[in-house]
């Protein structure tokens, strides 16, 4: 019966343990994903509007080429993504006649 007991209590910390370890690395996702929302909406926020239309045409850095595909596989964080940058970005990108 104590042995049993014990190993339950083990199990009990194991899994504790990890259900911690895991929301801190999901807390550490998204202060990434704030990091690197923040860091394209202040790119567009002080950009010109010829800036923009001249970086329209280049090709993604290896760095954005990553984080995109980071997007494309993880739809929480594509979501609360798109959730902080919409609006700034799309209004810039509106003013500017990027987009319709």
Do not use: W
């Given at each position: 019966?104590?042995?049993?007991?014990?190993?339950?209590?083990?199990?009990?910390?194991?899994?504790?343990?990890?259900?911690?370890?895991?929301?801190?690395?999901?807390?550490?996702?998204?202060?990434?994903?704030?990091?690197?929302?923040?860091?394209?909406?202040?790119?567009?926020?002080?950009?010109?509007?010829?800036?923009?239309?001249?970086?329209?045409?280049?090709?993604?850095?290896?760095?954005?080429?990553?984080?995109?595909?980071?997007?494309?596989?993880?739809?929480?964080?594509?979501?609360?993504?798109?959730?902080?940058?919409?609006?700034?970005?799309?209004?810039?990108?509106?003013?500017?006649g990027l987009i319709p």
């Amino acid at each position: 019966m104590r042995k049993e007991h014990n190993v339950r209590k083990s199990i009990g910390t194991a899994v504790c343990a990890l259900a911690l370890i895991t929301a801190g690395g999901v807390a550490a996702q998204g202060m990434l994903l704030d990091f690197a929302a923040d860091k394209v909406i202040k790119k567009y926020q002080q950009a010109t509007c010829e800036q923009l239309k001249a970086q329209r045409g280049e090709p993604p850095s290896e760095r954005e080429k990553m984080a995109i595909d980071f997007l494309h596989h993880d739809s929480q964080a594509r979501l609360a993504f798109i959730d902080k940058l919409a609006a700034p970005v799309l209004n810039k990108m509106f003013e500017c006649g990027l987009i319709p």
